[in-house]
Every structure is written in structure tokens, then in C-alpha cells.
């Protein structure tokens, strides 16, 4: 077994024991494990079988995180909560995931929660951010500054309880077979991207934004259906083979600072679920969230390596003026969708509120508040 799994198995049990002897103390954990605000009667023995749709293959990372989770629950809970997971497009298209787990026809959906802002624009913000938030940001705000409580009011209202899994980082960039150097090399190209407000921005810029799915963009841009695009981060990208399509890439990743991926499970099917078992679904949520958010940034940055020392991709830096001309059209977009949806206010404005309260203690920790290239008085050479 996995040495990192099997420490997570064993940090989860002992959480787990914690709780079943400080029941009386514990009412934190059980409340944001119960997050339809309902509690379940404790049982035993009995036993549920739950099926699981997924927006993501089995091989994309994303997807290897939702089994991960799926095993962990099945080895905590003794067997007493299996969870079968189906990979995108198994039973339903990725479009319908949401749908499906809403209406209980499946009991659980793994998602990217942008994919659903066309039902409610606050799923822009709890799914990523334009030029905001750090993969480090959400982590302390989803845990700490309330943000679980804003997951679960959103999708409290398709009948759903949300357990986020991993945090991604800055997202590679724009790929293409067009180096884009500024934003005049935008104006014209026909670019897959995904998100309500980075689609606004593209379509500022003068170049048409194109729907696409995942696992499409290899071939979209192999045949010159779309002249760039951005998948993921680099490890993602290069699972894709993207740097098998594409000769340029343009950094920094404005387009999406970070983003939160997840798993909906279906309201009634979690009331059914008993307090013991609600705990071990919470705290193996925890556990993959931990493991993969830090894996996945680290496997991104090792990946793009690869691009600029093995596959001899051209990488291009964007001009700060031209990131600064960017963030206009963003606050822009951001307030003109806030003024619509009293929704997607309150989100931005608890988001808002986690960065004023740690920006006093940011500012103190100088260069080293998110890491640091430099080990100083640490070298070897």
C-alpha cells in the first residue's frame, strides 16, 4: 500500500476514535459533517451502497482523487459505505452530473463547480478565481474563514451537500501554435476556455472563446478547430499530450488563479446516512483534500519543467501592464454579475472578508507568505 495513503488511513481512524470518545466535544466537526444541518441516528451495522458519477476520466488526476476518496471511505467505514464511482460519461454526460445527484437518481457527483454557473453565477466562485485567489487561499478559507458554510448554502439549493477534495494551483497559461506575447496577439484566435468570467474577458480581448470539452482539446487543436486553449495545470496538460499539439505557451495562468474540485452528494441519500458514518465521508474528504492539493501542485511544477526543458516549448511572460489592463475587464465583470445574483455577492463578499482579515499577517511574512525560490542560509553549493 501507498506509504502516504496508509498514513492518511491511519491519521483518519485515529480522528475518527477521537470523536466516537469526545462525542460531547466534537460538535464542530459533526456540524460541518452534517452540513444539511440535520442529525442522523447512530447505527451499528447497517450497511448502504451508493453509486457515484463523475464530470473526469479515470486516468485524469481529478479523477484518481474521487477513487482514492472512494477507497478511503470503504476502508474506514469497514465496508458499511461502498461507493461505486462511474467515470465521465459512463451513465451520465459530465453536463448532467449535477442534474443526476440532484434528483437522487445517483447518491454522489464528482465536480468542478463552474460547470454549473449557468444554474447560478456564485458557482464561479466557488469553483475558481480570475486573477484572485491561491490554491493556499481557498484551502484557508473553505477550512477556517467559512467558506464550507458558502459550498453548502449553493449547493443546499439543488439538494446537495458539497465535500471539496483538492485545490489546484495556478493554472499552466494559454497554449497555442501562435505565440501570444500581448494582448494584441488575442485579437482573432479562436481560444477554448472555460468559465463565465474568463469568457467575458476573452471576448474583451478581441478573440472568441470557444466551449470544448476536456478530453476534446487535443484533437481541436491537432486540426486547427481552436488556435489555443488551457486545460489545467502542467501536469494535467501534459497527461493531454498537449505539448505534442501545441509549440507556444503564455504565462502567467491569469485566467485562473486557483481552483476547488469536489464531490455533491445527494441531500436525502446523506440524511440516511448515519452521525458515525457522516464523519468518516467528512474526514476522508479532509484527508484526500490535504494529500492531492499538495501533490498536484507539486506534480505541476515538475511537469512544467518538462515543457521548457524536454519538449522544447516556447515559453512567453505576459507584460505587467497587459495583466493590468486584464484585471480591469475582470472587476468589471465580477461587479457587474454581483450587482444580478445576491448569491454570488454574499460568496465574494465572504471571500473578501477572509483577505482583509489575513492581509495584515500576509504582508508581515515578506517573500516567504506563499514560499520561496530561495533557501538563503540554507545552500548547499
Known amino acids: ?10 491519521i483518519t481512524t485515529l480522528t475518527l476514535f477521537t470523536l466516537a470518545g469526545c462525542s460531547g466535544e466534537a460538535g464542530d466537526i459533526s456540524d460541518t459533517a452534517n452540513a444539511s444541518g440535520e442529525k442522523s441516528t447512530e447505527t451499528s451495522q447497517e450497511t448502504f451502497t451508493w453509486k457515484m458519477v463523475s464530470t473526469w476520466s479515470d486516468t485524469s488526476s481529478s479523477g484518481e482523487y474521487e477513487q482514492e476518496f472512494v477507497d ?31 434528483k437522487g437518481t445517483v447518491q454522489a457527483g464528482g465536480d468542478w463547480p463552474n460547470y454549473w454557473s449557468g444554474k447560478n453565477t456564485a458557482f464561479d466562485l466557488l469553483g475558481s478565481h480570475v486573477m484572485g485567489f491561491s490554491g493556499f487561499d481557498f484551502f ?26 483538492t485545490t489546484l494551483g ?9 505565440p501570444i506575447r500581448g494582448l494584441e496577439d488575442y485579437k482573432g484566435l479562436k481560444v477554448r476556455i472555460a468559465g463565465l468570467i474568463q469568457t467575458r474577458v ?21 486540426r486547427g478547430v481552436v488556435d489555443a486553449g488551457e486545460v489545467g495545470g502542467p501536469d494535467s496538460d501534459e497527461i493531454l499530450h498537449l505539448q505534442d499539439v501545441t509549440k507556444y505557451w503564455s504565462t502567467p495562468g491569469w485566467h485562473q488563479s486557483a481552483a476547488v474540485y469536489g464531490i455533491a452528494i445527494n441531500k436525502d441519500a446523506w440524511n440516511e446516512l448515519p452521525e458515525d458514518l457522516q464523519n468518516i465521508v467528512a474526514t476522508a474528504s479532509e484527508a484526500i483534500m490535504a494529500r492531492s492539493s499538495a501533490n498536484r501542485n507539486y506534480m505541476d511544477g515538475v511537469a512544467a519543467q518538462r515543457f521548457e526543458e524536454e519538449y522544447g516549448i516556447e515559453v512567453n511572460q505576459m507584460p505587467d501592464q497587459d495583466l493590468k489592463t486584464i484585471e480591469g475587464i475582470v472587476n468589471k465583470a465580477v461587479r457587474d454579475i454581483a450587482a444580478k445574483n445576491p448569491d454570488f455577492q454574499e460568496v465574494l463578499e465572504s471571500q473578501q472578508a477572509y483577505l482583509k482579515a489575513y492581509a495584515p499577517y ?18 548547499l553549493d
Open 170 to 178: 495556478t493554472e499552466s497559461g494559454i497554449r497555442s501554435n501562435v
Open 202 to 222: 476573452m471576448t474583451e480581448l478581441g478573440a472568441s472563446p470557444v466551449s470544448i470539452g476536456v478530453y476534446d482539446v487535443y484533437e481541436a487543436l491537432q
Open 72 to 102: 478511503l471511505v470503504d476502508q474506514l467505514s469497514n465496508g458499511r459505505l461502498k461507493i461505486k464511482r462511474y467515470s465521465q460519461g459512463q451513465l451520465v454526460s459530465p453536463t448532467q452530473v449535477l442534474d443526476t445527484v440532484s
Open 1 to 10: 500500500m501507498n506509504p502516504i495513503r496508509t498514513m492518511l488511513i491511519t
Open 140 to 165: 484557508q478559507w473553505i477550512y477556517a474563514a467559512g467558506g464550507l458554510e458558502q459550498y453548502n448554502r449553493i449547493y443546499g439549493q439543488f439538494n446537495t451537500v458539497y465535500f471539496p477534495i
Open 362 to 379: 500576509r504582508r508581515m511574512q515578506g517573500p516567504w507568505s506563499f514560499g520561496t525560490n530561495e533557501l538563503n542560509g540554507y545552500r
